[in-house]
């Protein structure tokens, strides 16, 4: 059964750092690329980041770009997201999401979430 | 970037009537288009992807069609566990992976 379980979000102070963690199992983790998507309160789901199976393949949405830093450990079967500059926007629930693929496609497995809040 | 535009935002079905849903991109994605289900505090879970071809597991009252800009997601006949969010999702042009807004199935 495939597992993700995100950690490492809560309250932090705009301008401050956060540094999100998924732990991967059930599946060979190093052959499938990972996302993270995040939801706002209220709003849509929102693509914010992914990473290929190998990590030579990696990419931002404009709104997180420059501040956020996907990174993961095939050893480990870890994902993780480490988000500077945070940002009241940058309020949401995040995803770890695991692809269908080696590179960026759809996403056929999601994990519960982590709640970052960016509030002083 | 891709935009994704889902219509109706809000449809309102009672159980076992058909509930149709609609997705438009803002620029060919091919057959590259998922739809996903998202209940309140659950994760979301993937229903179709390449437009068309269910995923494991999924009823087959869900069917999805389409291909370039305009796409569609049917439920043929509406149970009470499929009142939810769903959402589009184009990956035929990434960054970004972008979704549409999501349409909300409700009881009417």
């Known amino acids: 059964e495939v597992q993700l379980v995100e950690s490492g979000g809560g309250l932090v102070q705009p301008g401050r750092s956060l540094r999100l963690s998924c732990a991967a199992s059930?599946?060979?983790?190093?052959?499938?690329?990972m996302n993270w998507v995040r939801q706002a309160p209220g709003k849509a789901l929102e693509w914010v980041s992914g990473?290929?199976?190998?990590?030579?393949?990696?990419d931002y949405a404009d709104s997180v770009k420059g501040r956020f830093t996907v990174s993961r450990d095939n050893a480990k079967n870890s994902l993780y997201l480490q988000m500077n500059s945070l940002r009241t926007e940058d309020t949401a629930l995040y995803y770890c999401?695991?692809?269908?693929?080696?590179?960026?496609?759809?996403?056929?497995?999601w994990g519960q979430g982590t709640l970052v809040t960016v509030s002083s | 970037e891709i935009v994704m535009t889902q219509s109706p935002a809000t449809l309102s079905v009672s159980p076992g009537e058909r509930a149709t849903l609609s997705c438009r991109a803002s620029?060919?994605?091919?057959?590259?288009l998922a739809w996903y289900q998202h209940k309140p505090g659950q994760a979301p879970r993937l229903l179709i992807y390449?437009?068309?071809i269910r995923a494991t597991g999924i009823p087959a009252r869900f069917s999805g069609s389409g291909s370039g800009t305009e796409f569609t997601l049917t439920i043929s006949s509406l149970q009470s566990e499929d009142f939810a969010v769903y959402y589009c999702?184009?990956?035929?042009?990434?960054?970004?992976?972008?979704f549409g807004q999501g349409t909300k199935v409700e009881i009417q």
């Open positions: 390449g437009a068309s």
């Open positions: 999401a695991k692809d269908s693929s080696t590179t960026v496609t759809w996403i056929d497995y």
């Open positions: 620029q060919s994605v091919s057959s590259n």
């Open positions: 990473i290929s199976w190998n990590s030579g393949n990696i």
């Open positions: 999702q184009q990956y035929n042009n990434w960054p970004p992976a972008t």
């Open positions: 059930g599946f060979s983790f190093d052959n499938y690329a």
